[in-house]
């Protein structure tokens, strides 16, 4: 019997997505011939022989499962769908992790009765609040001999044990069997804690969290694949609602997804899915490429050519492969390789600004043509980099730049808000502290220029160009010199004339000051009569009088400010469940102490939803290490790989999960060995290539610099491709 379901393999930019939508519009184009030629208008009785594709979609009329590899990836994928079939469809465009958690939302009750659980509505964990209760949990028994066995911090070890529960469920293994897979996997290794150790403590977590119904993304794709899968009124529901499911890169997903697709194609569902047989992005964090490949056994099998003609795989890739696995050929790249050679890493980024901003100054190309490709960036290579190429007006664009929320100034300065409104707080203000809040809060946001700015997404240098601040950082130091008074419970602020010479500071910035102070002393009297409702009312309440005050902030600062209300939402809503099943004998403000001090560990990232801002593509440079790079799925015209002598390049540019390798399908529970680390850096290293050199179009500059930040010299794999290239000198260094 021949399937109707397509296998779509090839490799990156080679139509797997456009051919994806192209099958699904075939089925719908199929429906509409059925529907036209199968059924009289008077009796609906079927006249031919022919069997569409879609004749489950027209009996049961459902909607159908889109699924992609990640969520800005999902809403592309969707948009074009129902783009493409003009909206006569119910699409679900999802992310598998994103399916599996609206599903066990949805199917509750059933849990509960399957698992007598508590009659509760389920609230899910964020990574940061699972890990700090967590490790409130388990504190007890991780005493300094384990921390020493395991040979790291305590906040490392919680979260690596945390990884282990999603790692199982990711391959369908319940928590009960993690302990023998990990006994299989790591043998005599004795640096290592012991595995019934580890299992006993992540079987007290999942517990506690159902007990309270908390779920986190492991509870959550456990409690789908081993329970909701298996139960017959599931199924019932799920194939009535979907026979149809489209999955673009499945080679980015958990074991467990392919438990899901195996069951609607068992009850009659039709198929589409891409592959990628270089892609594999996520390979240790979870996915299993080779266990979704088995899947192609049930389907229509469509090999893709190569990338486009354009793209510079098909000339490269087999030479630098070539180099890269065997160092000792003498092979010379062409002409569309080049490289850029120092001795420090701060010279490297220097001349790598300056060679792209000479090149978009005499037009070879334009800033949304290049991408900065790195395996790892830090702070001072993002700084260095966009602080060059801001200051020659070239704009820059950070793929996914999870910076920690604590080092934005305006969630610096509402914190120290929040300590002065609120008694208890006082340890954690400082004279600092309060001179940034009155900068930050003194500020006025200059209209922008025209409609097109105020929709585009600025960069936090643009902004700070239009931001004009009533109280400068040196008069702010001397009020806070002056006139902050320090206490453990009530920490204050007094009136300017407290300062002698309180005409120095000028009538701006003396009229912004009694503002912000009159604002204080209002929310203080209203927050002792309980008329603000909680800490996010306040925030939200500055924001609206200090930061927003009708005017469009900068994507960056409003980005900030969204996820701080959201994490703001939900540490206060997962507090308020916790005190419900087990009240607990604290201060009234220790929720707020503690959420301060969660933000100032650098936890929290400022990623809210949706991550993309409104509008148009953004004419930018991107900047981007290898891992964010390749989930984005772009391409440019030039690349720029930042570090080609770093190690880190074999890792790509995101470190595996510990024990990632026990739960793959193929391999459950096999020791890993140094010879199969080797093999996996090699075959990754072979992926990072084929896949980037898909993505580029006309030009691969090799920046290298002898020695690393460190000072260590640089040894990587990619060092044969920097010394069988040609070098470049920017013109500013000639000149």
């Known amino acids: 019997m021949v399937s109707h379901s397509v296998w779509i393999v090839g490799t990156s930019r080679s139509g797997k997505t456009a051919r994806l939508v192209e099958q699904f519009c075939h089925w719908v184009k199929l429906e509409n011939q059925y529907n036209e030629s199968f059924y009289t208008k008077k009796s609906g009785r079927k006249k031919g022989g022919h069997v569409s594709e879609f004749l489950y979609l027209k009996q049961t009329d459902p909607g159908v499962l889109v699924l992609a590899a990640n969520d800005d990836n999902r809403r592309e994928l969707g948009d074009i769908i129902v783009t493409s079939t003009f909206g006569k469809y119910p699409v679900r465009a999802k992310t598998p992790l994103g399916f599996f958690q609206d599903e066990v939302i949805l199917f509750w009750p059933l849990l509960i009765n399957s698992l007598n659980l508590k009659a509760q509505f389920p609230v899910r964990l964020r990574p940061e609040t699972e890990q700090e209760l967590a490790t409130k949990l388990w504190h007890p028994q991780l005493d300094e001999e384990i921390l020493r066995i395991a040979g790291v911090n305590e906040s490392r070890l919680v979260r690596r044990i945390l990884d282990l529960l999603q790692l199982a469920a990711y391959s369908g293994v319940p928590c009960e069997d993690i302990a023998q897979i990990l006994a299989r996997g790591l043998g005599e290794n004795t640096t290592t804690l012991e595995p019934e150790f580890l299992a006993s403590l992540l079987l007290d977590w999942r517990n506690w969290c159902l007990?309270?119904?908390?779920?986190?993304?492991?509870?959550?794709?456990?409690?789908?694949?081993?329970?909701?899968?298996?139960?017959?009124?599931?199924?019932?529901?799920?194939?009535?609602?979907?026979?149809?499911?489209?999955?673009?890169?499945?080679?980015?997903?958990?074991?467990?997804?392919?438990?899901?697709?195996?069951?609607?194609?068992?009850r009659g569902a039709v198929g589409a899915?891409?592959?990628?047989?270089?892609?594999?992005?996520?390979?240790?964090?979870?996915?299993?490429?080779?266990?979704?490949?088995?899947?192609?056994?049930?389907?229509?099998?469509?090999?893709?050519?190569?990338?486009?003609?354009?793209?510079?795989?098909?000339?490269?890739?087999?030479?630098?492969?070539?180099?890269?696995?065997?160092?000792?050929?003498?092979?010379?790249?062409?002409?569309?390789?080049?490289?850029?050679?120092?001795?420090?890493?701060a010279q490297l980024l220097r001349q790598t600004a300056e060679e792209i901003a000479n090149a978009i100054q005499l037009q070879q190309v334009q800033p949304e043509e290049v991408a900065i490709i790195a395996p790892g960036l830090d702070a001072i290579a993002r700084y260095t980099l966009v602080e060059i190429l801001i200051k020659q007006n070239i704009p820059v664009e950070s793929l996914n730049d999870q910076r920690p929320l604590i080092s934005s100034p305006i969630i610096r300065a509402l914190l120290t808000m929040l300590a002065l409104v609120y008694p208890g707080l006082g340890r954690l203000v400082d004279r600092d502290a309060v001179a940034e809040m009155l900068v930050v809060l003194s500020r006025k946001q200059q209209p922008p220029e025209n409609s097109t700015d105020a929709m585009n997404r600025v960069s936090t240098t643009d902004a700070m160009n239009r931001v004009?601040?009533?109280?400068?950082?040196?008069?702010?130091?001397?009020?806070?010199?002056?006139?902050?008074?320090?206490?453990?419970?009530?920490?204050?602020?007094?009136?300017?004339?407290?300062?002698?010479?309180?005409?120095?500071?000028?009538?701006?910035?003396?009229t912004a000051y009694n503002e912000i102070l009159e604002w204080l002393e209002q929310q203080r009297s209203q927050q002792e009569l309980r008329l603000i409702p909680s800490p996010i009312s306040l925030l939200d309440r500055a924001i609206q009088r200090f930061l927003w005050n009708g005017s469009n902030l900068p994507y960056e600062q409003l980005a900030a400010l969204r996820e701080l209300l959201e994490t703001a939402q939900h540490y206060w809503e997962i507090d308020t469940r916790l005190r419900q099943i087990a009240p607990v004998e604290t201060t009234p403000y220790t929720t707020i102490i503690e959420f301060i001090q969660l933000l100032r560990r650098g936890t929290i990232t400022a990623n809210p939803y949706p991550v993309r801002p409104i509008g148009?593509?953004?004419?930018?440079?991107?900047?981007?290490t290898i891992f964010q790079y390749r989930s984005s799925r772009r391409s440019h015209r030039w690349h720029f790989w930042l570090d080609a002598g770093s190690p880190l390049w074999a890792k790509g540019g995101a470190a595996t999960l510990f024990g990632a390798p026990f739960f793959l399908r193929d391999r459950l529970g096999e020791p890993w060995t140094a010879e199969d680390e080797k093999l996996a850096e090699e075959q990754r290293l072979q992926r990072i290539l084929t896949d980037l050199l898909s993505r580029v179009s006309e030009r691969v500059y090799l920046c290298h610099s002898d020695l690393a930040v460190n000072g260590q010299e640089q040894l990587g794999p990619l060092l044969p491709l920097v010394n069988a290239c040609v070098t470049v000198i920017s013109e500013a260094h000639v000149n």
């Not at 148009?616 to 981007?624: D, E, F, I, N, S």
């Open 616 to 624: 148009g593509a953004r004419k930018a440079v991107t900047l981007a």
């Open 211 to 266: 007990e309270r119904g908390l779920l986190t993304y492991g509870i959550i794709t456990e409690l789908y694949s081993q329970h909701l899968l298996s139960d017959r009124n599931y199924q019932q529901h799920l194939t009535k609602r979907y026979q149809a499911v489209l999955a673009d890169d499945v080679d980015d997903y958990p074991s467990v997804a392919r438990l899901l697709f195996e069951l609607l194609l068992d």
């Open 468 to 510: 004009s601040t009533n109280i400068d950082p040196v008069r702010a130091g001397l009020i806070a010199d002056y006139c902050f008074v320090p206490h453990p419970d009530r920490p204050n602020l007094l009136p300017v004339s407290t300062f002698e010479r309180w005409d120095r500071i000028g009538y701006a910035a003396t």
């Open 273 to 345: 899915f891409s592959y990628n047989p270089d892609g594999a992005v996520r390979l240790g964090l979870g996915a299993d490429p080779n266990y979704l490949e088995g899947l192609a056994e049930r389907c229509r099998v469509e090999v893709l050519t190569g990338p486009p003609s354009e793209s510079l795989s098909e000339q490269l890739t087999k030479q630098m492969v070539e180099l890269v696995t065997e160092p000792m050929v003498l092979l010379s790249l062409p002409k569309t390789v080049h490289s850029i050679q120092t001795t420090s890493r």
